[in-house]
């Protein structure tokens, strides 16, 4: 049978690939999954990129973690995306508790950017230069960075990112962007803004944190409104949670829900890949997080296929 990544590119898209860590990495049996280059030519660091581990004390960078995962995918000949420059998740301490003035942190942004941005120079596909920035209703999120500089923080990381890599394509990413609505219409406005002032943006990246049987709506319109603003999309950390107990029935509609949302970025142009948010069950980010749900991912915790896995090449092939 096709593995996934053979289906996206046949398709025509870039890559189909997988969110990992580094402590998955001495687990023989998950990585022989994940350097297959059939399934996955695509890899995303899920933690080690973030600030709170590349910059843990002001212009002190440790990028072992995040080496290791880019070794890992060079060895198989997989594309690496960058996770994340800056977000108000998992931010080193020293920043949040700082209590630096506008252009203090406007150069700790931008000394942070460019270093780790550099440091995997010609290496990354492409980077999330920023995660997260929008409320809900589409105004933008509370944040250290918001309250001291101001909305242009935003353009201070995205000029910085590409000074570091040029060859690098740069995104802004977000969860519940994936449909229609106030949040993506936030996302419309700001990257319409930032290309008219020639800011350096390239892609959006919709997290596609997802729930069966209760899909938004008008994702392919949604795709189609952002690419229509002149920058490339991807789905950049999909999974599709249920609540437990498993039935078959759930892992069907999984099934169908897994085709219709890897059908949407099929159909648009500029929908340029897949990444789903590690590939097992086994160590999905989501039980940890929404207590009585999970079973998100096309391998169950076993490493065993599940029906999901056929919606994911079946929303690549049409059939
Ligand atoms: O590394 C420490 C370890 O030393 C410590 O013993 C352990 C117990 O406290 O925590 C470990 O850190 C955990 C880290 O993952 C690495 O495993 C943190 O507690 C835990 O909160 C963190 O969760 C990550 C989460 O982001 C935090 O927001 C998940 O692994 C990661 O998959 C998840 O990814 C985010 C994306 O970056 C952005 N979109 C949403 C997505 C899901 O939250």
Same mark, same amino acid.
């Given at each position: 049978?096709?593995?996934? %990544?053979?289906?996206?590119? =046949? *398709?025509?898209?870039?890559?189909?690939?997988s =969110?990992? !860590?580094?402590?998955?990495?001495? $687990?023989?049996?998950?990585? %022989?999954?994940?350097? !297959?280059?059939?399934?996955?030519?695509?890899?995303?660091?899920?933690?080690? /990129?973030? #600030?709170?581990?590349?910059?843990?004390?002001?212009?002190?960078?440790?990028?072992?973690?995040? $080496?290791?995962?880019?070794?890992?995918?060079?060895?198989?000949?997989?594309?690496?995306?960058?996770?994340?420059?800056?977000?108000?998740?998992?931010?080193?301490?020293?920043?949040?508790?700082?209590?630096?003035?506008? %252009?203090?942190?406007?150069?700790?942004?931008?000394?942070?950017?460019? =270093?780790?941005?550099s440091?995997?120079k010609?290496? /990354?596909? =492409? #980077?999330?230069?920023?995660?997260?920035?929008?409320?809900?209703?589409?105004?933008?999120?509370?944040?250290?960075?918001?309250?001291?500089?101001g909305?242009?923080?935003?353009?201070?990381?995205?000029?910085?990112?590409?000074?570091?890599?040029?060859?690098?394509k740069?995104?802004?990413n977000?969860?519940?962007? &994936?449909?229609?609505?106030?949040? @993506?219409?936030?996302?419309?406005?700001?990257?319409?803004?930032?290309? @008219?002032?020639?800011?350096?943006?390239?892609?959006?990246?919709?997290?596609?944190?997802?729930?069966?049987?209760?899909?938004?709506?008008?994702?392919?319109?949604?795709?189609?409104?952002?690419?229509?603003?002149?920058?490339?999309?991807?789905?950049?950390?999909? &999974?599709?949670? /249920?609540?437990?107990?498993?039935?078959?029935?759930?892992?069907?509609?999984q099934?169908?829900?897994? *085709?219709?949302?890897?059908?949407?970025?099929? *159909?648009?142009?500029?929908?340029?890949?897949?990444?789903?948010?590690?590939?097992? &069950?086994?160590?999905?980010?989501?039980?940890s997080?929404?207590?009585?749900?999970?079973?998100?991912?096309?391998? $169950?915790?076993?490493?065993?296929?599940?029906?999901?896995? !056929?919606?994911?090449?079946?929303?690549?092939?049409?059939?």
């Amino acid at each position: 049978p096709v593995g996934l %990544s053979q289906a996206a590119k =046949a *398709a025509g898209k870039l890559y189909f690939g997988s =969110a990992t !860590d580094n402590y998955h990495l001495t $687990d023989g049996p998950y990585i %022989s999954i994940l350097s !297959d280059q059939l399934q996955f030519n695509q890899i995303t660091p899920g933690n080690s /990129m973030k #600030w709170d581990a590349t910059e843990p004390r002001r212009g002190v960078f440790n990028f072992a973690g995040g $080496d290791e995962i880019v070794a890992f995918a060079r060895k198989s000949n997989q594309l690496v995306r960058g996770h994340t420059c800056v977000w108000h998740s998992q931010l080193a301490p020293w920043v949040t508790q700082g209590n630096f003035d506008n %252009s203090t942190l406007q150069q700790i942004v931008k000394d942070h950017t460019t =270093a780790v941005v550099s440091h995997w120079k010609g290496q /990354m596909y =492409a #980077w999330d230069v920023v995660n997260e920035i929008f409320n809900e209703d589409g105004t933008f999120r509370q944040s250290v960075f918001l309250d001291t500089i101001g909305p242009s923080y935003v353009e201070v990381a995205f000029r910085a990112a590409r000074e570091a890599d040029p060859s690098a394509k740069l995104y802004l990413n977000d969860y519940n962007i &994936d449909g229609l609505g106030a949040k @993506s219409t936030g996302v419309v406005n700001l990257v319409r803004s930032l290309k @008219s002032s020639n800011v350096p943006i390239d892609g959006i990246g919709l997290q596609a944190h997802l729930i069966v049987g209760s899909l938004p709506p008008n994702i392919q319109e949604n795709l189609e409104q952002f690419t229509n603003l002149g920058v490339e999309v991807a789905i950049t950390e999909l &999974d599709i949670r /249920m609540t437990l107990p498993v039935t078959p029935e759930k892992l069907e509609q999984q099934r169908k829900d897994y *085709a219709s949302v890897i059908g949407a970025c099929n *159909a648009v142009k500029g929908c340029v890949g897949v990444t789903i948010w590690d590939f097992t &069950d086994k160590y999905s980010w989501i039980p940890s997080v929404f207590a009585g749900e999970g079973v998100a991912l096309p391998w $169950d915790e076993n490493l065993e296929r599940k029906p999901a896995y !056929d919606g994911i090449i079946q929303g690549f092939t049409g059939q």
